[in-house]
């Protein structure tokens, strides 16, 4: 049996890296008994994959993952004995039955929501960012310095942003929220869009993100692009 499953990331756990959740749910679903299925060799391990991973620092309303176990059991069964043996500030909140020949959530991926909090240097008025946020929603190509395997080189991310708003507007800071691609070969970078704000702001800061959501294809039981 496959279940695909989401759970919170509140900012009690916003600084576990993801290596140490995937140890965490892990070690969750061994408490909670919970009959799993282990892969082959010197050294098995549960079949536990993610959709993506989140960055360390964010927080999140919903990261999707799979597990395979050796026997059914009602997804509200797996819920209900796996979330009083997690952390505060984890919680799974959906989980369902995978159907038969549905693909993996890393191939299914597309997208992803975040509502990013922007904290400049200076004041800027609602204005301003307004302005600066149709400006990398035009036309022209957003140029900004992004990090590759063979080290930090110019890039066009317009191509991955999505979507972009301004929710409001405070003294020194802003409250965006920002649609941008997601999928396994990569995509849209929260920093990134950030940088590229900063950069036609004239400022600079700090931003803290929150993703609202993960979205897909090939599945109606899944978050899908609005």
Known sequence: MR????????????YTSHLDVQRTLQRAFRRANLPLAYSK??????KLSFATALATGYTSDGEWFEVELD??????TFIDRVNPVLPDGMRVVEAF??????????KLIRAAHYELTVHFDAPVS?????????????NEPVIVDKKTKSGVKPADI?????????????DSSAILDVVGTLTAAGGLRAETFVRALFDRLHLNG??????ISLCFEGSDRLPRLR
């Open 3 to 14: 279940i695909i499953a989401a759970f919170q990331k509140n900012k009690e756990i916003s």
């Open 41 to 46: 060799g010197f050294n098995p391990h549960p």
């Open 71 to 76: 026997r059914p059991i009602e997804p509200q």
């Open 97 to 106: 039955e995978a159907d038969d020949g549905i693909d993996t959530l890393s």
């Open 126 to 138: 609602e204005q301003q960012v307004q302005n600066a946020v149709r400006s990398i929603m035009g």
């Open 158 to 170: 317009r191509p991955d942003i999505l979507e972009a708003s301004v929710k409001e507007v405070s």
């Open 206 to 211: 700090f931003f803290t993100a929150h993703r």
